[in-house]
């Protein structure tokens, strides 16, 4: 018998994220995620009169691929499954792990064709733009070693944060996307961190469990050229299987003229991918009030409470500044007290202080 919480999480994906209607198909990407899920999700589908169309993808595998694949091969790979995805009105890929740095020895080089011929034009190119979509991750033990828990403990949480109250929380956010609509400059503050850039023009796009799962963030990207300064990222980051922590970054007419981190050579490498690399394609604050400290991973790193993100690479369509890259990499900066502390300005109005909103307005966002 399946744990009672699989069928309320299944619910909320089919129902509030995707608002699956009766003749849509649907697909499933399932990554080392159980089986008892997998069938409940694609029974919910069914009941909802969509049409499930399910893959079921295991890491280990994949990172067999990539380490062998020829550009031929993985042009063929992205060009079947674009097919697939540009038949599907809604999409949900949920992603479990037993080992978080699986693809830390794929060479970089064949990560780029990943990234190039596969992500990009699957996943940039039709998925994001042109169905309604929704990712997660799976709890496993290595999530659990990830957050400092045990392994029942943070199933206990991962359930919790997945299935707050989303309709609450898109009512809460509103006045904040009213004031970044309005907003041009941005200022943030804090240690190591002295950024100015421009969100004049760029749309806002505020996340309620649409999109990610668990959710609590709110979205747009700075003009491409207007970001000045440094930023200083407090929390370690996964990319390409890798580990980075203490990344530092000097940004002049928008883009990144200086990196650090552990893994120096390897970011440079990441931000040298393409053209648009070394450019931000999304600043986003976080809310979730039920997310407090980070795990590597970024579905719930890019929401915790107090924290932003600014991302080197490709912007979204529905919040663009025209940056085009095959890299996307949010970088996640926690600004409450007891991580230091920092500020972030709208036009001069201080809005966030120490990882609390500060206008009366905003201020149901900390509950």
């Known amino acids: ?195 100015r850039f421009s969100i004049a023009g760029i749309p806002v796009v505020a996340c309620a469990g649409r999109h990610n799962i668990p959710d609590g963030e709110i979205f747009t990207s700075p003009v491409r050229d207007s970001a000045e300064g440094t930023l200083s990222v407090n929390t370690r980051t996964l990319y390409q299987g890798v580990v980075f922590e203490d990344i530092r970054l000097r940004l002049a007419g928008g883009r990144i003229v200086e990196a650090t981190a552990n893994h120096a050579e390897r970011l440079n490498q990441i931000l040298d991918s393409d053209e648009g690399a070394r450019y931000i394609g999304e600043f986003a604050l976080g809310f979730n009030p039920r997310i407090r400290e980070p795990m590597m991973d970024t579905l719930f790193d890019e929401k915790i ?12 369509d529905d919040a663009d500044n025209g940056n085009r890259s095959q890299i996307h990499w949010d970088l996640v900066t926690i600004q409450r007290r007891e991580h230091g502390g920092g500020e972030i300005y709208f036009d001069g109005e201080l809005i966030r202080k120490d990882g609390s909103f500060v206008p009366e307005d905003l201020r149901a966002l900390d509950a």
């Not at 999409?91 to 011929?117: C, F, H, Q, W």
């Not at 991750?137 to 659990?144: D, I, L, N, Q, V």
């Not at 997945?162 to 004031?179: F, I, N, Q």
């Open 1 to 195: 018998m399946s744990d009672p919480r699989y069928r309320q999480l299944a619910d909320v994906l089919v129902h509030h994220s995707c608002r699956v209607q009766p003749g849509e198909k649907v697909l499933v990407e399932a990554f080392d995620v159980p089986e008892e899920f997998t069938l409940l999700l694609v029974r919910a589908i069914a009941e909802a009169g969509g049409l499930p169309l399910c893959i079921t993808k295991q890491n280990r595998v994949l990172r067999e691929l990539y380490a062998q694949a020829s550009e031929e091969q993985m042009r063929f790979w992205g060009q079947v499954e674009r097919m697939q995805m540009e038949g599907v009105q809604a999409y949900i890929g949920v992603r479990g792990s037993r080992n978080i740095t699986e693809l830390s020895d794929v060479a970089p080089e064949k990560m780029r064709l990943y990234e190039r011929l596969l992500w990009q034009a699957v996943h940039i190119e039709v998925r994001v733009p042109k169905t309604r979509w929704v990712v997660l991750r799976w709890p496993s033990p290595a999530m659990a070693q990830q957050a400092h828990r045990s392994t029942e403990a943070f199933e206990s949480f991962f359930f919790d944060v997945c299935t707050v109250d989303y309709a609450e929380m898109a009512e809460a956010v509103k006045p904040l996307a009213e004031r970044m609509e309005r907003a041009r400059d941005v200022r943030i503050v804090g240690p190591g961190t002295d950024l």
């Open 305 to 316: 409470a107090g924290s932003f993100h600014f991302t080197p690479g490709q912007a979204y």
